[in-house]
């Protein structure tokens, strides 16, 4: 090799990107421990939740979008980061959807909080078109599972979060518009 530009590696500015979340992820989750650092993924989370809503909502006429047309939404922003969702079910109280394939690839493994961006777009984007959201997490890469399983719930059933999962209310459209 002449000049390090020959250099054969696997190197480039998305894997640089996910390798750095992965790390600071690790980092947090070290540090501060699993739940603490959900909550601050969770805070990123929402606010990348927020833009991608608002770029699909833009798209498909700004009007709210039932479920069917929001689990098209969920599988299409994955593909479009290199995840493999696909729909499970859908009813009027609830989107489940199966995944084979992470965004974050191996560098997944053993990064739970990572899985906290996926229920809070999840969540955002639903609760903002239906009022209301709680996203379950059953079954994730990051946790060793084959593929992930996540159930998006419509409609409040009086049960409440369990077991790591997560509600979402509708955002004020005032609060939206000014960064709120």
């Known amino acids: 090799m002449e000049h390090p530009s020959e250099a054969d590696l696997d190197l480039d500015a998305d894997l640089f990107m996910r390798k750095m979340l992965r790390d600071l992820t690790g980092l947090l989750q070290d540090v501060v421990g699993l739940d603490e650092a959900e909550g601050y993924i969770n805070s990123v989370g929402t606010s990348v939740g927020r ?33 493999d969702f696909y729909v499970i079910s859908v009813t009027d109280d609830c989107i489940t959807l199966g995944n084979r394939a992470c965004p974050f690839g191996d560098m997944a493994q053993g990064r739970d909080a990572l899985c906290m961006m996926t229920s809070n777009v999840f969540g955002r984007i639903a609760a903002d078109h239906t009022g209301y959201a709680r996203v379950e997490l059953h079954e994730t890469i990051a946790r060793g599972d084959a593929g992930c399983r996540i159930a998006i719930h419509l409609s409040p059933d009086g049960a409440g979060p369990s077991d790591g999962a997560r509600e979402y209310f509708r955002l004020d459209p005032d609060l939206r518009e000014n960064g709120g």
């Open 51 to 83: 833009w991608i809503e608002d770029k699909y909502r833009a798209e498909m006429g700004g009007q709210d979008l039932d479920p069917t047309r929001i689990a098209e939404v969920f599988v299409d922003l994955k593909r479009r980061i290199g995840g």
